[in-house]
């Protein structure tokens, strides 16, 4: 095999139908010359393009990276998008109507370009991938598959959290993006005030405090700083855009992690293009043991997955190579994997397992009910179908915003100050607003492989509030590892005291409760910072300025019962 060189072109200008030039760096392989030098190379390739807010010359995703591209035979083009560090125009962040457009253009240079041969993937992930997406829906000619990593879009969000507001997640965000507007303020000539400098710097250095604002849409109450920017905390202005999945029609290689924050939407994204277009092959998912991070590593919290547990040890990057061999270089590619579109990491076990669909077609839904305390001073218990109480009965806790439950692990974004990973959670358990449910010690182990849901029979004494629920498993050691959790906004009917059928959508996993260990279920109304707190009082979210107490009631058993549904495999069903 000849020897080749990567060749590099740095901030090569990109045309856009409005006049505006992005740039772009391009990575070729050319073969080596004789002294070592690159050759001329008239050998035309297919292209792999990455488009990034970030800064192009500083990407090094863990999912997949311009070097690997370059080393199976491809071009990879790396634009920093309108307005961003190298290109021009003016940047406005969350303003997706122009990235569609931006990225068919691009797609189409590139197609045209004496060094392709007219095929373009495109990669990357999070902002990367949702811009994906935006291309898609523009049907550029020469697109031929998207690889989006841990992307969403505004309704499977929505229905992710059920209301809630990802608090720090859009606060240290936002918090960034007020940096950055402040520094092209003062590089246009116009500063900003000393005063407004201090208030985005304290926000970034001691985000707790600016948290607990109220309404949380004073936490960005900066002077001078865009009011759109007070319309995302309020809720009345998307951070995340919808697509048009019908006119999606390329196949897709879609990446997610279990506990990254845009699971459910990477999935339900994935499900829908497998709706539309279920030939084998044509739409691939990934579910890793990650959080939403460039580097996807093995260890999550307190938790390490073992040697296969990181993004490079399971080869994701050659994963996506493959499949877009498959796509772009047929001659090159390895046959389809019929029936095994899915592939995932099975916590506990921490192997990787695949399935025709997800949730993978043999699950079954295994019905475990909330039940009182088997004796004085205990808490709840999980109990299995058949076996239903049939005693009515309820707990109650009060739920305070102003002393809400803290964040400790699960689904965050690690970009603000908190603790990504499944940590354990039993330090939280005694609290008084903590409802915690139990089942005995397994005998035998349950894997809990698709998509869980907790109904709930539900009153208060609050005109609105929230519920805040976690599966854990609760080892021999008494560690409590957060496996799913999920969240609720609740308008509840005026004047009404009875009990309300609520479900709580726990989300999606794959994870072993082995042998002697227990399910644990946490009903409570907060999860602070990374959700917003409910005032417990009607309106907008985010937008409230005061706040009052809550009686909060779960009912269980009679007519009222109260359960946890777990998609559940058998042993031998669980495939390599």
Same mark, same amino acid.
């Given at each position: 095999?000849?020897?080749?060189?990567?060749?590099?072109?740095?901030?090569?200008?990109?045309?856009?139908?409005?006049?505006?030039?992005?740039?772009?760096?391009?990575?070729?392989?050319?073969?080596?010359?004789? !002294?070592?030098?690159? &050759?001329? #190379?008239?050998?035309?390739?297919?292209?792999?393009?990455?488009?990034?807010?970030?800064?192009?010359?500083?990407? +090094?995703?863990?999912?997949?990276?311009?070097?690997?591209?370059?080393?199976?035979?491809?071009?990879?083009?790396?634009? #920093?998008?309108?307005?961003?560090?190298?290109?021009?125009?003016?940047?406005?962040?969350?303003?997706?109507?122009?990235?569609?457009? #931006?990225?068919?253009?691009?797609?189409?240079?590139?197609?045209?370009?004496? $060094?392709?041969?007219?095929?373009?993937?495109?990669?990357?992930?999070?902002?990367?991938?949702?811009?994906?997406?935006?291309?898609?829906?523009?049907?550029?000619?020469?697109?031929?598959?998207?690889?989006?990593?841990?992307?969403?879009?505004?309704? %499977?969000?929505?229905?992710?959290?059920?209301?809630?507001?990802?608090?720090?997640?859009?606060?240290? $965000?936002?918090?960034?993006?007020?940096?950055?507007?402040?520094?092209?303020?003062?590089?246009?000539?116009?500063?900003?005030?000393?005063?407004?400098?201090?208030?985005?710097?304290?926000?970034?250095?001691?985000?707790?405090?600016?948290?607990?604002?109220?309404?949380?849409?004073?936490?960005?109450?900066?002077?001078?700083?865009?009011?759109?920017?007070?319309?995302?905390?309020?809720?009345?202005?998307?951070? *995340?855009?919808?697509?048009?999945?019908?006119?999606?029609?390329?196949?897709?290689?879609?990446?997610?992690? $279990?506990?990254?924050?845009?699971?459910?939407?990477?999935?339900?994204?994935?499900?829908?293009?497998?709706?539309?277009?279920?030939?084998?092959?044509?739409?691939?998912?990934?579910?890793?043991?990650? /959080?939403?991070?460039?580097?996807?590593?093995?260890?999550?919290?307190?938790? +390490?997955?073992?040697?296969?547990?990181?993004?490079?040890?399971?080869?994701?990057?050659?994963?996506?190579?493959?499949?877009?061999?498959?796509?772009?270089?047929?001659?090159?590619?390895?046959?389809?994997?019929?029936?095994?579109?899915?592939?995932?990491? %099975?916590?506990?076990?921490?192997?990787?397992?695949?399935?025709?669909?997800?949730?993978?077609?043999?699950?079954?839904?295994?019905?475990?009910?909330?039940?009182?305390?088997?004796?004085?001073?205990?808490?709840?218990?999980?109990?299995?179908?058949?076996?239903?109480?049939?005693?009515?009965?309820?707990?109650?806790?009060?739920?305070?915003?102003?002393?809400?439950?803290?964040?400790?692990?699960?689904?965050?974004?690690?970009?603000?100050?908190?603790?990504?990973?499944? *940590?354990?959670?039993?330090?939280?358990?005694?609290?008084?607003?903590?409802?915690?449910?139990?089942?005995?010690?397994?005998?035998?182990?349950?894997? &809990?492989?698709?998509?869980?849901?907790?109904?709930?029979? %539900?009153?208060?004494?609050?005109?609105?509030?929230?519920?805040?629920?976690?599966?854990?498993?609760?080892?021999?050691?008494?560690?409590?590892?957060?496996?799913?959790?999920?969240?609720?906004?609740?308008?509840?009917?005026?004047?009404?005291?009875?009990? /309300?059928?609520?479900?709580?959508?726990?989300?999606?996993?794959?994870?072993?409760?082995?042998?002697?260990?227990?399910?644990?279920?946490?009903?409570?109304?907060?999860?602070?910072?990374?959700?917003?707190?409910?005032? +417990?009082? &009607?309106?907008?979210?985010?937008?409230?300025?005061?706040?009052?107490?809550?009686?909060?009631?779960? $009912?269980?058993?009679?007519? !009222?019962?109260?359960?946890?549904? *777990?998609?559940?495999?058998?042993?031998?069903?669980?495939?390599?």
């Amino acid at each position: 095999m000849a020897a080749t060189r990567t060749l590099i072109e740095h901030d090569v200008p990109v045309p856009m139908r409005d006049g505006t030039v992005l740039r772009a760096d391009i990575w070729r392989p050319v073969p080596a010359g004789p !002294h070592g030098g690159p &050759a001329p #190379d008239a050998q035309p390739r297919p292209a792999v393009l990455f488009r990034t807010p970030y800064d192009k010359s500083a990407m +090094n995703l863990a999912t997949l990276t311009p070097a690997q591209c370059v080393a199976r035979g491809y071009a990879a083009v790396v634009q #920093d998008t309108r307005g961003r560090h190298r290109s021009d125009g003016d940047w406005a962040p969350l303003a997706w109507e122009r990235e569609g457009p #931006d990225g068919h253009d691009t797609i189409e240079w590139i197609a045209a370009q004496p $060094w392709c041969d007219g095929g373009v993937a495109m990669a990357g992930t999070s902002f990367q991938a949702i811009v994906q997406w935006l291309a898609a829906m523009e049907k550029p000619p020469h697109l031929r598959a998207i690889a989006p990593a841990m992307s969403t879009a505004a309704r %499977f969000d929505a229905e992710q959290l059920g209301g809630c507001l990802r608090l720090d997640h859009l606060t240290s $965000w936002l918090g960034l993006m007020a940096l950055d507007w402040a520094e092209r303020q003062t590089a246009a000539g116009t500063p900003v005030s000393e005063g407004t400098t201090a208030a985005i710097v304290g926000l970034m250095n001691d985000p707790e405090s600016c948290l607990r604002r109220r309404p949380p849409t004073d936490v960005l109450d900066i002077d001078g700083l865009p009011g759109w920017f007070r319309g995302v905390l309020s809720g009345r202005a998307a951070a *995340l855009v919808d697509y048009r999945l019908s006119a999606v029609d390329v196949p897709t290689f879609s990446v997610g992690g $279990w506990y990254d924050v845009f699971s459910y939407g990477t999935i339900e994204l994935h499900r829908a293009m497998r709706a539309r277009d279920p030939r084998p092959g044509h739409h691939q998912l990934v579910m890793g043991p990650w /959080v939403h991070s460039g580097q996807l590593p093995q260890v999550q919290g307190e938790v +390490n997955t073992g040697l296969y547990g990181s993004a490079q040890a399971a080869g994701l990057a050659d994963l996506h190579l493959d499949f877009f061999d498959r796509h772009l270089r047929p001659a090159h590619a390895r046959g389809p994997r019929p029936g095994k579109e899915v592939r995932y990491f %099975f916590l506990g076990p921490d192997t990787w397992c695949t399935a025709a669909t997800w949730p993978p077609p043999q699950a079954r839904t295994h019905t475990w009910q909330l039940a009182g305390a088997a004796a004085p001073g205990e808490g709840g218990r999980l109990v299995r179908e058949p076996a239903v109480p049939r005693e009515l009965g309820r707990d109650t806790f009060t739920y305070d915003p102003e002393d809400p439950v803290p964040t400790h692990g699960g689904r965050v974004l690690q970009l603000g100050r908190l603790v990504a990973g499944p *940590l354990d959670q039993s330090h939280l358990e005694d609290r008084p607003d903590v409802l915690c449910y139990t089942s005995e010690a397994l005998t035998e182990p349950v894997a &809990a492989v698709g998509r869980h849901r907790l109904r709930l029979s %539900f009153s208060s004494d609050a005109p609105a509030t929230a519920l805040v629920a976690k599966l854990t498993d609760v080892g021999p050691d008494g560690r409590s590892l957060i496996v799913a959790e999920g969240s609720r906004r609740l308008d509840l009917p005026e004047g009404r005291s009875a009990p /309300v059928a609520v479900e709580v959508l726990l989300g999606d996993t794959a994870w072993r409760f082995a042998a002697g260990h227990r399910i644990r279920v946490h009903v409570t109304s907060s999860n602070f910072p990374h959700l917003d707190r409910h005032p +417990n009082v &009607a309106g907008a979210a985010g937008e409230a300025r005061h706040s009052r107490t809550a009686r909060q009631t779960v $009912w269980h058993g009679g007519p !009222h019962g109260s359960a946890l549904d *777990l998609q559940v495999l058998a042993p031998q069903e669980v495939t390599a």
